[in-house]
C-alpha cells in the first residue's frame, strides 16, 4: 500500500491528527465544501445505521413511538424557557428570510426540539389517561460551533435521536431517565464494547433548564473524558412555560413532568477512537459494516481452484456480512492493507497450499493472530471469533479505563493527576465556586457525580465537609 493510502501517524505520537486519518482513510466521513459540517460517507454510514437499529429497537421495545417535528422553530418559542434559550442562543442558526422576503419573525435552525415539541404537547395532552406521552424522532440538529472540527464528534450539523416524554408525576420521569439511561449504557458496552461511568452531571453541566441530567462518561485513549449520552429530567419547568396541564385522577389540573434524552453520531467517533490503532479502523463486530473480506491469493497454475474455494467459503458465511475481494488488479499484500484500514474484524486467506490441504487461514484484526483452520470449520470458527474480538474489546477498553482512574483526597494531587491526564475521583461539598475554582486552575471539568458511590471525608479543595464522590478530567 502506498504511504498516502496507510496510516502516517501513530496513535500516541498526535491522537487528534492519528483520529482524523482514521476516519479520512477508512472512507467514514470527510469535510464538507460547507465549513463545519462533514459528510457522511458509505461506510461510515452503516455504522451510524447499525446503533441507529439496534437503539431504536429498545427505544420501541420501552414503550416509545417514533415522530417527526419541523426544523425551523420560532423565535418566541425559546424566549418562553429562560435557562434554555440563554443556553443554546450562543449556538443557534437563524432564519431571517424566506427568499428575497424579510420573515416577520426569526426562525431557529433546530438546535434541540424541545421547545417546538412542547408546543404541540400542550394541544395532545388534556387528562391523565393522556400520559405518559412517549415520543422520540431521529433527526439533524444545527448548532453554530465556534469550535475547531472534528469529524463526528464536533460538527455544526449532526445527526441523532431525541426522546421527549411526558408524565403525570416525577416519580415516572425520575423512572424515565434513569431507565432510558441504562438503555444508552447497552448501547456503548453490549453494542460498542465501551465501558462507561454513570452518573449525575453537577448543577453547572446540567441541560440547559434541566432539573437535573444523567450522563454516560468514558475515557477516550488521549485520556480525556466524553460525554457520551444524557438523559434529563426537566422537571415541570418546560410544561409550565408551555402550559402542558392534564386534569389528574382527582379532577385536578397539573402540569406535567417531563423528560428528554439524546444519543448522536458522536457515538461513532467514540467507537473509532477507544478501538483503533495505528493500521487504521478497529470496529466490534456488532457494529463492522463487513464482518469477513475473503482475498484469494491468486496463482496461474491454481487460479480455478482457489476461485472455487473461495465462491465455497463465502456461500457457508452467508449469515454474516462478508466481502470477496477478487479484484486482479490489486495485490493481496494492497488488499490486506486496504481491508485492515477499513476494519474488517476477520479475513480469511486462501492459497495453493490452503487448496491442497482443504484449509483457510484467518486472521484477526484487533490482534492480527493468524491461524490455519479446517474449511468445513470456517462458519463455526468465524462466529467464535467474532464473539471474542467482541469480548476482548470491551476487556481491554475497560482495563485501560481502570488503569487510569486514580482517587485522591488531595488538592495538589488532583493537580498533578489532571495535568499526567488522568481521570480523577476524589470528594466534593457541592459548591459549585470549588467546583468553578477546580475548573479554572486544571482546565478539567466534572464528569458526573457517580451513581451507588459514597463519599467520607471531607471536599478535596475547601476542606468542609463532602456531600458527594465526583469525577473531574480534561474534556472533548
Sequence with gaps: MSEDLGITIKKEENFSEWYNQVVLKAELADYSPVKGC????????????????????RIKETGHQNVYFPLFIPEHFFEREAEHVKGFSPEVAWVTHGGDTPLEEKLAVRPTSETIMYDMYSKWIRSWRDLPLLLNQWCNIVRWETKMTKLFMRTREFLWQEGHTAHATKEEADEEAL???????????????????????????????????????????????????????????????????????????????????????????????????????????????IHVVIIPIIFQESRGAIQEMALKVKEML??????????????????????????????????????????????????????????????????????SIQEDLFRKAKKFLEENTVTTDNYEDLKAYIEDKKLVRTNWCGSD???????????????????????????????????????????Y
Excluded at 44 to 49: A, D, F, L, T
Excluded at 327 to 338: C, L, M, Q, S
Excluded at 357 to 373: C, F, H, P, S, Y
Excluded at 449 to 465: A, L, M
Design 38 to 57: 462533514m459528510v457522511i460517507r458509505p461506510h461510515g454510514y452503516r455504522i451510524w445505521e447499525l446503533i441507529q437499529s439496534f437503539l431504536d429497537t
Design 179 to 289: 431507565k432510558m439511561l441504562d438503555v444508552y449504557r447497552e448501547v456503548y458496552e453490549d453494542l460498542l464494547a465501551i465501558p462507561v461511568i454513570p452518573g449525575t452531571k453537577t448543577e453547572s453541566e446540567k441541560f440547559p433548564g434541566a432539573l437535573y441530567t444523567l450522563t454516560l462518561e468514558s475515557l477516550m485513549p488521549d485520556k480525556r473524558a466524553t460525554q457520551s449520552a444524557t438523559t434529563h429530567n426537566l422537571g415541570q419547568r418546560f410544561s409550565e412555560a408551555f402550559n402542558i396541564t392534564f386534569i389528574d385522577k382527582d379532577e385536578q389540573k397539573k402540569s406535567v413532568w417531563q423528560t428528554s434524552w439524546g444519543l448522536s453520531t458522536r457515538s461513532v467517533a467514540v467507537a473509532v477512537m477507544v478501538h483503533s490503532d495505528d493500521k487504521g479502523l478497529v470496529l466490534p463486530p456488532r457494529v463492522a459494516p
Design 318 to 387: 452467508g449469515t454474516v456480512a462478508v466481502v470477496l475481494d477478487d479484484r486482479e488488479e490489486y495485490t493481496a499484500g494492497w488488499k490486506f492493507n486496504h481491508w485492515e484500514v477499513k476494519g474488517v474484524p476477520v479475513r480469511i486467506e486462501i492459497g495453493p497450499r490452503d487448496v491442497k490441504k482443504d484449509q483457510v487461514v484467518l486472521v484477526r484484526r484487533d490482534t492480527g493472530e493468524k491461524r490455519a483452520i479446517p474449511t468445513n470449520t470456517v462458519e463455526e470458527e468465524v462466529q467464535k471469533t467474532l464473539t
Design 433 to 475: 465556586e470549588c467546583e468553578a475554582i477546580i475548573k479554572d486552575e486544571t482546565g478539567a471539568s466534572s464528569c458526573c457525580i457517580p451513581f451507588n458511590e459514597e463519599t467520607t471525608g471531607t471536599c478535596v479543595y475547601c476542606g468542609e465537609d463532602a456531600k458527594y464522590p465526583i469525577y473531574f478530567a480534561r474534556h
